[in-house]
């Protein structure tokens, strides 16, 4: 069964960069049934969706975070990453990282594509913006 | 953004009684293909999200028949016909329709 691991520091400095990878096992990242997402929690709150990437690269942030976002694939070691410059406290948070199901489905506009569900999820990893 | 408005925000359930979650979103979540792009999530405590619900029927790999989603457009519910105490926790809704994605608040739904 398909199962995926955070890994990186715990404690980041005001205004550096956050980075954490999700290692995928058992699994292959390269497949084109889906995305491989990162997602966060801070303390207390709900759930925040930060990027989504292919295997081939092809990736997509939400706004409020792209301009300090990059999310990276590396199929050669199955893995994904993560990297958020200048934090602040407010990136404090337990972040995730999940396999996201893409379908293709018929529409009037002929293949299209959908997404069914977050359905394997990592552990978490809490990070914490402290200097 | 498609805003996402999950209630009631808490729930309490004596175990064995039906409960029913309600999300709105601010814009129809139905795709092209005739699907709704609606996701539903439990979060039990000190546990990572786990999928419920996709495409906003249909029950995940595992997921006890209790649980059944509803709905099309903008109103979706998440009903559990018996509720257990391995049931606690919070859930959230999520449209996947257009990015960025996006999460109701969450339901925290407690046993009586």
């Known amino acids: 069964q398909l199962q995926l691991q955070e890994s990186g520091p715990g404690l980041v400095k005001p205004s550096e960069t956050l980075s954490l990878t999700c290692t995928v096992s058992?699994?292959?990242?390269?497949?084109?049934?889906?995305?491989w997402a990162w997602i966060r929690q801070p303390p207390g709150k709900g759930l925040e969706w930060i990027g989504s990437i292919y295997y081939s690269g092809s990736s997509y942030y939400t706004p409020s975070l792209k301009s300090r976002v990059t999310i990276s694939v590396d199929t050669s070691d199955n893995q994904f990453s993560l990297r958020l410059s200048s934090v602040t406290a407010a990136d404090t948070a337990v972040y995730y990282c999940?396999?996201?199901?893409?379908?293709?489905?018929?529409?009037?506009?002929?293949?299209?594509?959908?997404?069914?569900?977050?359905?394997?999820w990592g552990q978490g990893t809490t990070v914490t913006v402290f200097s | 953004d498609i805003v996402m408005t999950q209630s009631p925000l808490s729930l309490p359930v004596t175990p064995g009684e039906p409960a029913s979650l309600s999300c709105r979103s601010s814009?129809?979540?139905?795709?092209?293909?005739?699907?709704?792009?609606l996701d539903w999530y439990l979060q039990k405590p000190g546990q990572s999200p786990q999928l419920l619900i996709y495409l906003g029927s249909n029950r995940a790999s595992g997921v006890p028949d209790r649980f059944s989603g509803s709905g099309s457009g903008t109103d979706f519910t998440l009903k559990i016909s018996r509720v257990e105490a391995e049931d606690v926790g919070i859930y959230y809704c999520?449209?996947?329709?257009?990015?960025?994605?996006?999460f109701g608040q969450g339901t925290r739904l407690e046993i009586k």
């Open positions: 814009q129809s979540l139905l795709h092209s293909t005739g699907k709704n792009s």
């Open positions: 999940a396999r996201h199901r893409r379908g293709v489905g018929n529409s009037r506009y002929g293949s299209v594509y959908y997404y069914s569900g977050m359905d394997v």
């Open positions: 058992s699994g292959s990242i390269s497949s084109s049934n889906y995305y």
């Open positions: 999520m449209q996947t329709l257009q990015t960025p994605i996006t």
